[in-house]
């Protein structure tokens, strides 16, 4: 089976491919990006001391996307005949379709890759012919928006409520890909991501924000003061590594047409993830709690029902406590090699 995972190169894309490479191995991957090939580092950079520095893979994940098994294509998502020409000579059988970008990005940028990009990419399929091929597209829970505390946990059955324009590019993204497996006869599976975390994070999300100041507190490279937002929302955060395996669970074994939530199904709050890397950190007794200003929440609750996914054998393996240990090691770990 060869596997194309679009964001090959990406926070999601580099451990599914790990993961994948590590149990099948049958299974061949291409992974495939804008950007040039990388062995080493993630596409985004991370904070050491004052300095932003590329971010190295772990050891462990580097180790595992050696194989002779994988190989990378440089393809911009949005280079429309470009990515024709990549699915005819790659014909994969099926697409893990994960390039995607973030919260924060301006929005030209966010319905370019999150809507235009997934056109392209079903356009292709069609036009190579491939009418066996599989397309999983990486959605976000953030489409459900603001749900109230009776309709919680969240399942799929929930309308979708967007509350920004990252969710409503992704919410858009789903109906092309609904529209486009309709029109061409593309068997294609939706899943929603929650709030993943794991170590080499980027740090626009909230634990790798937290472990990149605390190592550089521990280290002395900043003085003990800690920057944070408001604590009193709830999150449902799933390790990375479980992401790959319920990525891999819907693509192989999701039902065409379906949508699944993928998370850990815990509801947390953010004071206890705060909590919790306190407790494993080594910051000093003079520490300083320096809290930015409160804005109401988009989300003030947030668990996913997973029991569709569950269905599928899927299980998330790792606690919350382990995904901020990792984290935190990740951060010492550079601090030990000097980078």
């Not at 993928?262 to 320096?290: C, K, N, T, Y």
Request: hydrophobic share 40%.
């Amino acid at each position: 089976m060869r596997v194309l995972i679009t964001g090959g190169q990406g926070f999601a894309g580099r451990y599914l491919t790990a993961r994948w490479l590590d149990l099948d191995t049958e299974v061949e991957i291409v992974g495939c990006g804008r950007s040039s090939a990388n062995a080493s580092h993630f596409r985004h950079s991370i904070s050491v001391g004052s300095e932003r520095k590329p971010a190295p893979l772990p050891p462990d994940l580097s180790a595992s996307i050696d194989s002779t098994r994988y190989r990378y294509v440089s393809t911009d998502m949005l280079d429309e005949a470009g990515v024709q020409t990549m699915i005819a000579e790659v014909r994969p059988n099926v697409i893990v379709h994960v390039a995607s970008a973030l919260r924060d990005d301006a929005t030209k940028t966010l319905f370019e890759t999150n809507v235009m990009g997934t056109e392209h990419l079903f356009h292709a399929v069609a036009l190579a012919g491939l009418s066996s091929t599989r397309i999983v597209v990486g959605s976000s829970g953030s489409v459900y928006g603001a749900v109230t505390d009776e309709k919680l946990p969240i399942d799929e059955a929930t309308p979708t409520a967007p509350f920004d324009m990252y969710s409503i590019s992704k919410v858009a993204q789903e109906h092309v890909a609904r529209m486009l497996s309709l029109r061409y006869g593309i068997a294609t599976v939706i899943v929603r991501i929650f709030n993943i975390v794991g170590a080499g994070q980027d740090e626009r999300h909230f634990c790798g924000h937290m472990a990149a100041q605390i190592v550089d507190i521990e280290t002395e490279r900043r003085p003990p003061m800690l920057s944070i937002g408001p604590l009193d929302t709830t999150r449902d955060f799933i390790d990375v590594r479980d992401v790959a395996d319920g990525l891999i669970a819907a693509a192989t074994r999701g039902d065409s047409g379906a949508t699944y939530n993928l998370a850990s199904g815990r509801e947390v709050g953010m004071q206890h993830v705060f909590d919790e890397m306190i407790a494993a950190s080594r910051l000093p007794a003079d520490l300083q709690i320096l809290s930015k200003p409160a804005r109401r929440a988009d989300m003030p609750r947030n668990v996913a029902s997973i029991a569709r996914l569950s269905a599928l054998g899927f299980a998330p393996r790792f606690s919350l406590q382990e995904s901020l240990q990792n984290i935190l090691d990740y951060y010492r770990g550079l601090s030990d090699a000097g980078d």
